[in-house]
Antibody
Framework: EVQLVESGGGLVQPGGSLRLSCAAF????????MEWVRQTPGKGLEWVGR??????????EYAASVKGRFTISRDDSKSSLYLQMNSLTVDDTAVYYC?????????????WGQGTMVTVSS | IQLTQSPSFLSASVGDRVTITCRAS??????LAWYHQKPGKAPNLLIY???ILQTGVPSRFSGSGSGTEFTLTISSLQPEDSATYYC?????????FGGGTKVEI
């Protein structure tokens, strides 16, 4: 089955760190750019960042709100995507989704994981 | 690029024709996608490139527009269409989403 499965969410104190993982199944993970998107409780969607494929040197893009604190990486041999989150604040509390970008240029997010909840609180 | 959706909430009956608008703060060509999201679930892609129906999505959904104004239309609303609908621009970074339109049946 084609799917994305996130893990690693939980409760963390302000200033702490957390690493999220996203495992891909049923498709050629290495062919796709991958994304992270978050959703604060009861609110809308915020794009977090992107990692491109090997052909584009695994380059990354980030939202201004997380740049310098979050790092996206991938391991194509494990079909896995990661989000390292440092210096967390209460404003980072959200459900975090990984998503697959469709291959056409500026393609949409055509496959999403189920999400993992991150709560930043003392 | 800011995306403004309207309305933020709508209530309609089964069989109604429903239209949601998404306005971009600057031109984004046709690099716009529509998703719907049900409570506790991840968003699901409906339309991309402003007007192309994603595989498996019912034909009662359609999209139109380019530049700064876009619409999502549901030609005959069904009970399972109760959800929150989001537009997303893919033209430039940071990628952004509209604030959402909650559709109640």
């Amino acid at each position: 089955e084609v799917q994305l499965v996130e893990s690693g969410g939980g409760l963390v104190q302000p200033g702490g760190s957390l690493r999220l993982s996203c495992a891909a199944f049923g498709f050629t993970f290495s062919d796709h750019y991958m994304e992270w998107v978050r959703q604060t409780p009861g609110k809308g969607l915020e794009w977090v960042g992107r990692i491109r494929d090997k052909g584009h040197s695994y380059t990354t893009e980030y939202a201004a709100s997380v740049k310098g604190r979050f790092t996206i990486s991938r391991d194509d041999s494990k079909s896995s995507l990661y989000l390292q989150m440092n210096s967390l604040t209460v404003d980072d509390t959200a459900v975090y989704y990984c998503a697959r970008r469709a291959i056409p240029t500026r393609g949409p997010f055509d496959l999403w994981g189920q999400g993992t909840m991150v709560t930043v609180s003392s | 690029i800011q995306l403004t959706q309207s309305p933020s909430f709508l209530s309609a009956s089964v069989g109604d024709r429903v239209t949601i608008t998404c306005r971009a703060s600057q031109g984004i060509s046709s690099y716009l996608a529509w998703y719907h999201q049900k409570p506790g679930k991840a968003p699901n892609l409906l339309i991309y490139s402003a007007s192309i129906l994603q595989t498996g999505v019912p034909s009662r959904f359609s999209g139109s527009g380019s530049g700064t104004e876009f619409t999502l239309t549901i030609s005959s609303l069904q009970p399972e269409d109760s959800a929150t609908y989001y537009c997303q621009q893919l033209n430039s970074f940071p990628l952004t989403f509209g604030g959402g339109t909650k559709v109640e049946i």
